[in-house]
């Protein structure tokens, strides 16, 4: 566990290191779902290949600890939740948190943002508007309607999106692919019959094991390529 501070308080970002002990540092951004089984899987994960891996509390100001089930129930009390939620401070926060990441003696001065749903769009607003060294967003659904964001981004930045996600127009999507073929060090892939947090293998109502495993393995060969742990 690591505390971050920012301006109105501080919170704690539970930490991952791999075996050796060292690494490159992730922001591992969550899900409306808060800090979860899958999310814990999915930093563990990383974590195993090499990465020094921190996950930032973006609720604590407004719901401390939370964590839904991963069904229409928890789906429904997790939108309420994220719709209190002050985008602007989730991404300072974010951002504390990746600046607190390279300063543990744990890292080696690098670090990078990693965001699934919610945090797919506060990783990609993080890349805009800070420094991490890579970035990598699934399905964040703000980022289509924010596209002028992504002249400000510098690092290298992968997209996931399901070409059937319900919940973010596929027009939107289209034009990122558009602006992501432009921009130097971007790449974006849509996975065509696959819909919103395919790779959540917690929630049934989502996951989708084939879309899933493709998008892993290419972000795997893509953080192989440009940020090696």
């Known amino acids: 566990m690591t505390k971050v501070t920012v301006a109105d308080g501080s919170f704690d970002a539970p930490l991952w290191l791999p075996e050796s002990g060292s690494g490159p540092g992730l922001v591992l951004i969550q899900e409306i779902f808060g800090l979860d089984d899958y999310l814990k899987s999915v930093a563990a994960d990383l974590a195993a290949l090499g990465y020094v891996v921190a996950v930032p509390e973006l609720f604590w100001r407004i719901s401390p600890g939370w964590s839904a089930t991963h069904d229409e129930a928890g789906l429904s009390a997790s939108m309420a939740v994220a719709g209190r939620l002050d985008p602007a401070r989730a991404v300072t926060d974010v951002l504390a948190t990746l600046a607190t990441l390279r300063d543990l003696p744990e890292t080696d001065g690098r670090a990078g943002v990693f965001g699934f749903c919610l945090g797919g769009s506060m990783a990609y607003a993080a890349a805009a508007e800070g420094d991490p060294d890579v970035a990598v967003s699934y399905y964040g659904s703000r980022v289509p309607e924010q596209l002028p964001l992504l002249d400000k981004i510098t690092c290298p930045i992968q997209f996931q999106f399901g070409g059937e996600d319900p919940y973010i127009p596929v ?10 073929a432009a921009h130097d060090g971007a790449e974006i892939h849509i996975h065509e019959g696959a819909g919103h947090a395919f ?8 996951h989708q094991p084939e879309p899933a495993a493709a998008a892993w393995a290419l972000t795997l060969e893509f953080l192989g390529r440009v940020f090696p742990a």
């Open 171 to 180: 027009e939107g999507v289209r034009r990122l692919a558009d602006a992501v």
């Open 199 to 206: 790779h959540n293998h917690v929630a049934p109502m989502f």
